[in-house]
């Protein structure tokens, strides 16, 4: 059995993913690649800085529609309620955001029907002041280790799940399951 190298942390992107209300602002490199997600068919972007992204059918094509060729190209993406997306392109900015919009699944790919409206979007705040520091709960490291435990966790499994060609992608409930497992495993059950 030959030995297979392990990927060094040079050669592995970072994943840009997406929560509700929340906008990320990326530089597309080149046009995506289709390819089999968890929810049906997805593209693939690699972005600037060393980043990848998937992305559902409709941000590919407000992509596509808006770079038309020329890249690499710079959006604010976000994702909203009812897997909605905006997606601008920042040259056109002063321009009113157009919601991407992806027509009702046609062969049960998973992806939920869509409106033809976003929501106004939720106003950006700035982060409240730094968590007390800690008090002696045992909680406090003990969450804080686990949490970081799960998200390693997760993001191993994603790579090798792409690895052998299972598209998987964890969400922020899965990571506090996971951490809320090994929280209750390190306390002995209490």
């Known amino acids: 059995m030959a030995a297979t190298a392990a990927a060094t942390p040079q050669q592995l992107r970072t994943r840009i993913t997406y929560r509700q209300d929340q906008t990320q602002t990326v530089t597309v490199e080149g046009p995506g690649f289709e390819q089999p997600g968890v929810r049906g068919m997805e593209y693939r972007y690699m972005l600037a800085g060393h980043g990848i992204m998937w992305v559902p059918p409709a941000v590919h094509a407000a992509i596509q529609g808006a770079a038309a060729g020329r890249y690499p190209a710079d959006f604010e993406i976000t994702k909203r309620r009812n897997d909605t997306w905006e997606t601008v392109h920042v ?71 792409r690895q052998i060609g299972r598209a998987v992608a964890f969400e922020t409930g899965d990571i506090r399951a996971i951490a809320a497992t090994l929280f209750i495993h390190a306390e002995g059950g209490r």
């Not at 976003?118 to 949490?147: D, K, Q």
Request: glycine share 6%; charged share 10%; hydrophobic share 40%.
């Open 91 to 161: 040259v056109d900015e002063s321009a009113t955001p157009q919601p991407a919009t992806r027509p009702a699944p046609a062969g049960g790919n998973g992806w939920p029907a869509q409106s033809e409206s976003a929501p106004p979007p939720a106003p950006r705040t700035a982060p409240t002041a730094a968590p007390p520091a800690a008090t002696g709960e045992p909680y406090n490291a003990s969450m804080y280790t686990a949490l970081c435990a799960a998200i390693r966790t997760a993001a191993a499994a994603e790579t090798f799940a």
